[in-house]
């Protein structure tokens, strides 16, 4: 078994392996292939499929680090306010004492006392006045 995992771990050596947008393939991968298996049975979805997962293989395994680098830092940048979204709601709904919102003008999170009322909020960034429930 100690010969196995040195073995792959000398393949893996120089290769790129796992970052955030492997995970979303694979993830996208296990989801579509329950799917397909249950509800629909389509061709077309299964080969959208092993082509995500091969995609996701050749991610894993490219020796293009530089490549594979760019390609999730554009994920990343494309994904941004969705994940900032969601990481304000996780905030919101974890802490029950405070607040957080998103300045409007450059997007910085503020956290605020929670149950004051309706609040003047001041970015400590730009300095901008925005007014909400907290």
Not at 60 to 70: H, Q, T, V, Y
Not at 92 to 119: A, F, M, W
Request: with cysteine; glycine share 2%.
């Amino acid at each position: 078994m100690d010969k196995l995992r040195r073995s792959i771990q000398s393949f893996m050596i120089g290769r790129y392996g796992h970052d955030q947008l492997n995970f979303v393939l694979l993830i996208s991968y296990f989801i579509l292939s329950i799917l397909n298996s249950i509800f629909f049975r389509n061709q077309i979805i299964n080969t959208i499929n092993i082509f995500i997962f091969i995609i996701a293989l050749y991610r894993s395994l490219s020796k293009k680090i530089s490549a594979r680098r760019k390609e999730n830092q554009i994920y990343l940048k494309w994904t941004k306010p969705l994940r900032r979204r969601v990481s304000v709601l996780q905030n919101n709904l974890t802490d029950r004492q405070h607040k957080v919102y998103i300045c409007p003008q450059c997007n910085t999170k503020v956290r605020v006392p929670s149950k004051r009322g309706k609040i003047a909020i001041t970015c400590p960034s730009c300095r901008r006045e925005f007014t909400k429930r907290s």
